[in-house]
């Protein structure tokens, strides 16, 4: 065998390896597609509406939500803002929510023996009831759920977590295969047109690259609210703390009641525990509602806030609020009482995992940098569904008739191999991917074997 020939047979192989990688990459690119681009049209149209829930609320609810900004009017006390709630419609008072600007309503939530929990809503200057909804009825309240699958259970909420691992691995293995290997087109620029299958490849590999680290963002700032991974990494994160870092917490009794359970809450903050109003008071009257909300002001919370009324003799005024400047994210308990507080919580006082997953859900939830921050993340949600559109399209063009199209197997299984092994990691990090990733792989080798079978 002369050296030339060596040389020939060694490029030859290495090319053979390259392409092997390639179909291995292009193979399990195609997987991930399939399990996630349904999944990614659903979370981009929700997500994208979702960013303008403020705007978008404001407008459909309207007739309940906006009022008429008096210059020269007091405002009503929030205590007879209550009564008038109730005695529109009779029940318990759970919560009063500050108006977030001048030409806002208040919203009491009124727990109902007929109808249930209702959002009613006041005029805060005149103190007229304006009209009411189920308690998180409002149209952007319902694709927030529609956006997280709640409607449809736990389970449904594991297929979102999936999804979220699985388009990790999209991005990955997509940046593989849009890498440059000695071609102009199709990198930065779009050739052909509607009609051929080239136009929709390289629409989807330019989209693709432009919008991967949004995907990648998105992915892992929604894992939070995840079933499996979201709870357990809260769990953690949280540890025997329950929720408060040590230099917050203070020597005063705790109840066994969460503060998810109580109020809507950050992340951070869901298994943090309430405190009680410490017993002794020697029949002390309670204070009022709006004693309770004339500290908060004096406290200097964001506008908006929500007071959780007590409904328990040790029970506590609870007043939340968690603005679009995640900075400004706060949570005070005060004896209902004495009205002092028992535990007054910041964004300062997360600890440094809590800080980085609230800022990035915030900017998740197109809140951080205002509008800016809003469309970015529309144009990346409109780049999402081009994205899948595209390769479904792509793939219509592509696939053999009667045939789903997978692409082949490489020759080589032990290059297969080493990119399993590689995707097996991300499977260790989130656990409901590295199910999914078996059961793949376990199909995909049934489905292999019964190819061969007809094939013989």
Wanted: net charge neutral.
């Amino acid at each position: 065998m002369s050296d030339l020939t060596i040389g020939r047979e060694s490029a030859g192989i290495a090319a053979q390896s390259a392409s092997d990688l390639y179909r291995a990459v292009w193979r399990w690119h195609f997987y991930a597609g399939l399990l996630v681009l349904p999944f990614m049209i659903t979370l981009a149209v929700t997500g994208a509406l979702y960013l303008f829930k403020d705007e978008l609320d404001a407008v459909i609810h309207a007739d309940l939500k906006r009022v008429e900004i008096q210059q020269s009017a007091v405002k009503v006390a929030p205590s007879a803002m209550v009564a008038a709630a109730l005695a529109a419609h009779p029940g318990t008072t759970l919560k009063y929510t500050d108006p977030t600007s001048p030409d806002a309503s208040v919203e009491i939530t009124v727990n109902t023996p007929a109808e249930g929990k209702l959002a009613v809503y006041v005029d805060p200057y005149d103190g007229k009831v304006l009209g009411s909804l189920p308690d998180r009825g409002t149209v952007m309240w319902t694709i927030r759920y529609l956006h997280s699958l709640k409607y449809f259970g736990s389970t449904a909420r594991m297929v979102i977590e999936i999804a979220a691992g699985w388009s990790i691995l999209l991005v990955g293995t997509g940046i593989y295969l849009w890498w440059p290997r000695r071609q102009t087109g199709g990198v930065l620029s779009v050739r052909g047109t509607p009609k051929r299958r080239v136009f929709w490849r390289d629409t989807h590999a330019v989209t693709g690259v432009f919008v991967g680290f949004f995907i990648v963002f998105l992915a892992i700032t929604g894992m939070p609210w995840s079933g499996v991974w979201g709870g357990k990494v809260n769990e953690w994160a949280n540890g025997n703390n329950f929720g408060y870092p040590a230099g917050v917490r203070t020597a005063v009794p705790m109840s066994d009641e969460h503060l998810d359970h109580v109020a809507k809450t950050s992340w951070s903050l869901e298994q943090a525990q309430v405190p009680e109003s410490p017993a002794g008071h020697h029949g002390a009257a309670p204070i009022s509602l709006d004693d309770a909300v004339s500290t908060f002001d004096r406290l200097g919370l964001h506008r908006g806030y929500a007071v959780n009324i007590p409904s328990a003799p040790t029970g506590v005024y609870t007043g939340s609020v968690y603005p679009d400047d995640v900075a400004q994210q706060r949570v005070v308990h005060l004896d209902q009482y004495s009205g002092k507080p028992l535990i007054d919580m910041s964004y300062a006082d997360y600890g440094p995992l809590g800080k980085w997953l609230e800022w990035g859900i915030n900017v998740h939830m197109g809140q951080q940098f205002g509008l800016a921050n809003q469309l970015v993340l529309l144009a990346a949600c409109i780049a999402i569904v081009a994205l899948a559109v595209s390769a479904g399209v792509m793939w219509w063009k592509r696939r053999p008739q009667g045939s789903l199209g997978v692409p082949p197997m490489p020759s080589d299984s032990r290059v297969f191999r080493g990119l399993i092994a590689i995707l097996a990691v991300g499977g260790v990090v989130f656990p409901l991917v590295g199910v999914s990733l078996v059961v793949m792989l376990a199909l995909d080798w049934g489905f292999g074997r019964a190819r061969m079978v007809r094939k013989a």
